[in-house]
């Protein structure tokens, strides 16, 4: 059973929310919440493994209890308010529900949350297989898979990135920094070789003046990364290219 949280500081969203709940089997109630304090102090006492969350309520909003929180569960909003769909999804939350909301798109909520707490709680990765095979980001608000060996490479575009695939003619753009997805990549499989591009190394190639050719295009290097581009090359040609 997933544990959840309903915070709102409309007592009579609170019920609705608590009526939605009830419609999903695996999901169980662990408290219901006025405001990000009392959130708070649930989440000290107790182990909440999704928040059903507004976002407008006195004192701390929702986004502001969201950004405090060091090791934040799953996180649906729902709120009265589209304008803030963008900030949300920055934060990685799971899903935005506009209020009313409609059953059937609660349960669709619902189930989102469920698909991915079994992926990452019930179905852990085998012990012999230290690196992840495969990530999820948020596109198109839908949670979309990546296999990390199709990557061919990733290029920053501001407050967005494009996940470049060998296995799909186009993109998947996500909202996240690339300094964010270098963390969740393999660092002895990719290498950022420009303030806008990470590459598989594996994917690379050729490298002829300041251009690397991939094997579904072209990216620079700047001469911040080369050095260390270089070194990477050499040390793998040194140890039989493992």
Same mark, same amino acid.
């Given at each position: 059973m997933i544990q959840c949280l309903l915070v709102d500081d409309e007592p #009579?969203? #609170?019920?609705?929310?608590?009526? =939605? #709940?009830?419609? &999903?089997p695996s999901l169980e109630l662990a408290g219901r919440c006025r405001n990000a304090f009392e959130a708070m102090e649930i989440l000290q006492k107790k182990k909440i493994d999704l928040i059903f969350l507004d976002i407008q309520m006195p004192g701390i909003t929702g986004l502001q209890f969201l950004q405090g929180? %060091? =090791?934040?569960?799953? &996180? @649906?909003?729902?709120t009265a308010y589209?304008?803030?769909a963008l900030d949300g999804f920055n934060l990685d939350v799971l899903d935005y529900l506009v209020k009313p909301v409609a059953p059937e798109r609660f349960i669709k909520a619902a189930h989102k949350a469920l698909d991915l707490?079994? #992926?990452?709680h019930? =179905? $852990? $990765?085998p012990e012999n297989? $230290? /690196?992840? /095979?495969?990530l999820f980001v948020n596109a198109d608000y839908n949670?979309? %898979? @990546?296999? @990390?060996?199709? @990557?061919?490479h990733v290029e920053g575009l501001k407050d967005y990135i494009k996940i470049h695939l060998s296995t799909a003619p186009r993109p998947v753009i996500t909202r996240m920094s690339l300094k964010a997805i270098e963390e969740k990549l393999p660092g002895n499989k990719f290498i950022r070789v420009h303030k806008s591009f990470i590459i598989s190394l594996s994917k690379m190639i050729s490298i002829r003046n300041n251009r690397i050719?991939?094997? =579904?295009?072209e990216v620079p290097v700047s001469e911040f990364y080369r050095e260390n581009l270089f070194k990477r090359i050499e040390d793998s040609h040194l140890s039989g290219g493992s």
């Amino acid at each position: 059973m997933i544990q959840c949280l309903l915070v709102d500081d409309e007592p #009579l969203a #609170l019920d609705l929310l608590e009526d =939605n #709940l009830r419609l &999903v089997p695996s999901l169980e109630l662990a408290g219901r919440c006025r405001n990000a304090f009392e959130a708070m102090e649930i989440l000290q006492k107790k182990k909440i493994d999704l928040i059903f969350l507004d976002i407008q309520m006195p004192g701390i909003t929702g986004l502001q209890f969201l950004q405090g929180l %060091k =090791n934040p569960p799953l &996180v @649906i909003l729902v709120t009265a308010y589209d304008k803030f769909a963008l900030d949300g999804f920055n934060l990685d939350v799971l899903d935005y529900l506009v209020k009313p909301v409609a059953p059937e798109r609660f349960i669709k909520a619902a189930h989102k949350a469920l698909d991915l707490y079994r #992926l990452t709680h019930l =179905n $852990p $990765p085998p012990e012999n297989k $230290p /690196e992840a /095979e495969y990530l999820f980001v948020n596109a198109d608000y839908n949670l979309v %898979k @990546i296999v @990390i060996g199709d @990557i061919t490479h990733v290029e920053g575009l501001k407050d967005y990135i494009k996940i470049h695939l060998s296995t799909a003619p186009r993109p998947v753009i996500t909202r996240m920094s690339l300094k964010a997805i270098e963390e969740k990549l393999p660092g002895n499989k990719f290498i950022r070789v420009h303030k806008s591009f990470i590459i598989s190394l594996s994917k690379m190639i050729s490298i002829r003046n300041n251009r690397i050719k991939l094997e =579904n295009a072209e990216v620079p290097v700047s001469e911040f990364y080369r050095e260390n581009l270089f070194k990477r090359i050499e040390d793998s040609h040194l140890s039989g290219g493992s």
